[in-house]
């Protein structure tokens, strides 16, 4: 059902929603015309098809007239009959007496035949002037089924009773029987409330109230909420820039020390290398597919079985992994490596990463290389050790000649003496 409000053209009253039942007690003739014509207005300029039942106090050219002068296509709407008027005996007792499911059914073929038509609603008054004292309680009847069968109708009923022949009680009866009554004498309108109105009025304010403290109560809400956001956001952003500084420490130390990182999940069996590791192992960049079979492809082979165990052996104990081995690069050349790592094991005391450095240790291998060769020809020499001794060179200054158990004393005083003493 469409809930949008409908102009109810009544100045006071303002809107209302589909399904209004309600009544008015009027006093003159024109009383009854100030209120219908502009609620009719209303409904013909907002699509809604409009039934005016009429009864002897009004005539169908009075009703014409007053629509005519304050709706200026009114001569438009009734010839494409818009606005239907029918005289209230040929309505309620075109059988010769009131009979209540009659008139209902009548009342539904005409909102069903409205909106078939194309109309969004339908707008309804009717007249009681004809109704009589032996008529009055099976009217009632008809107004309270009525009030009923409107909660979910597009359908707007305005009752007209004339007070010249409603007294007090009449008055209670039928204003109980709708959702709100109005009343109109000399020109003066006023709404006259229910204590079922008064109710619902006390209700929404109620309702309005609690709405606005849980409003109230949420904006707060939403303001902490957005401050604690706003700080995590300042903060996480503080953390962000610090990991990012952090981030580029390692990495500038990763290139001065020229060394490899890497990372196994020994669950999946995926190996990541950063750093300079692929570069340190002769692989390209991306090169490496990240499987342990590859690395092992790089790995000296008289070399292979010794680091399969030292890492074996390290994950048995949980101690720190620490073996230098030799790798084959593509061309054929041979490399010196120096890994170091550790096992991460979960809840169950099983291992499930391994995380860990290497480093090319080549140079130093080969200096401890020539070392070594020059200490044998040092102390094979048949003639004149020490001048074997000066005839060799170191290549580099940063040679750990302080290895070796001997050194030569070259503060000697007497330059042809070879004086020998442990480091």
């Known amino acids: 059902m469409d809930t949008k409000l409908r102009p109810s053209g009544i100045t006071g009253l303002g809107e209302m929603p589909w399904g209004t039942h309600f009544c008015l007690f009027y006093e003159t003739k024109e009383d009854l015309l100030d209120t219908l014509v502009p609620y ?8 809604e098809y409009c039934v005016w039942v009429i009864a002897d106090a009004l005539t169908e050219a009075d009703a014409w007239r007053a629509l005519s002068q304050a709706v200026p296509a009114a001569e438009r709407y009734r010839s494409n009959q818009s606005i239907e008027l029918i005289q209230a005996r040929d309505w309620y007792l075109n059988v010769g007496h009131f009979e209540l499911d ?11 035949q409205a909106l078939a038509r194309g109309y969004v609603g339908m707008r309804v008054s009717g007249d009681t002037l004809w109704l009589e004292k032996k008529t009055w309680q099976s009217f009632l009847e008809y107004e309270n089924q009525l009030d009923e069968s409107l909660t979910d109708q597009l359908m707007t009923v305005l009752c007209t009773y004339p007070l010249i022949s409603s007294g007090a009680a009449e008055i ?10 109005l009343a109109r004498r000399g020109g003066a309108l006023e709404v006259i409330e229910t204590s079922e109105l008064k109710q619902a009025k006390a209700e929404i304010t109620r309702l309005n109230a609690d709405l606005e403290r849980r409003v109230e109560e949420r904006t707060i ?6 401050e604690e ?3 995590e956001i300042s903060e996480r952003k503080r953390t962000e820039e610090a990991l990012y500084a952090s981030e580029r420490r390692l990495q500038a130390s ?8 890497w990372d196994w999940d020994l669950v999946s069996g995926k190996i990541i290398w950063f750093g300079h ?4 192992f002769g692989f390209a960049p991306g090169e490496f597919d990240g499987t342990y079979l590859s690395f092992e492809k790089r790995v000296h082979p008289e070399d292979l079985e010794e680091l399969n165990k030292v890492v074996q052996h390290a994950r048995d104990d949980r101690s720190e992994y620490a073996h230098e081995y030799r790798i084959i690069w593509p061309d054929g050349s041979i490399h010196w490596i120096n890994g170091r790592g550790k096992f991460i094991y979960n809840e169950t005391s099983q291992p499930v990463r391994m995380s860990g450095a290497v480093l090319d240790i080549t140079e130093r291998k080969q200096a401890e290389e020539a070392l070594r060769k020059s200490e044998v020809t040092f102390v094979l020499s048949p003639i004149n050790p020490c001048k074997a001794l000066q005839s060799f060179r170191i290549r580099k200054s940063s040679m750990p000649i302080q290895r070796s158990p001997l050194f030569w004393d070259t503060q000697s005083r007497n330059s042809n ?7």
């Open 229 to 231: 956001l706003r700080q």
């Open 417 to 423: 003496r070879c004086q020998w003493s442990k480091s």
């Open 277 to 280: 590791h692929e570069e340190l």
């Open 102 to 112: 009659r008139v209902m059914s009548a009342w539904n073929r005409k909102l069903m």
């Open 172 to 181: 209670l009866d039928v204003a109980r029987k709708h959702q709100f009554a």
């Open 254 to 261: 990763i290139d001065a020390a020229h060394i490899g990182l």
């Open 40 to 47: 009719f207005k209303a409904g013909l300029e907002h699509n």
């Open 221 to 226: 809400q939403l303001a902490t909420t957005n």
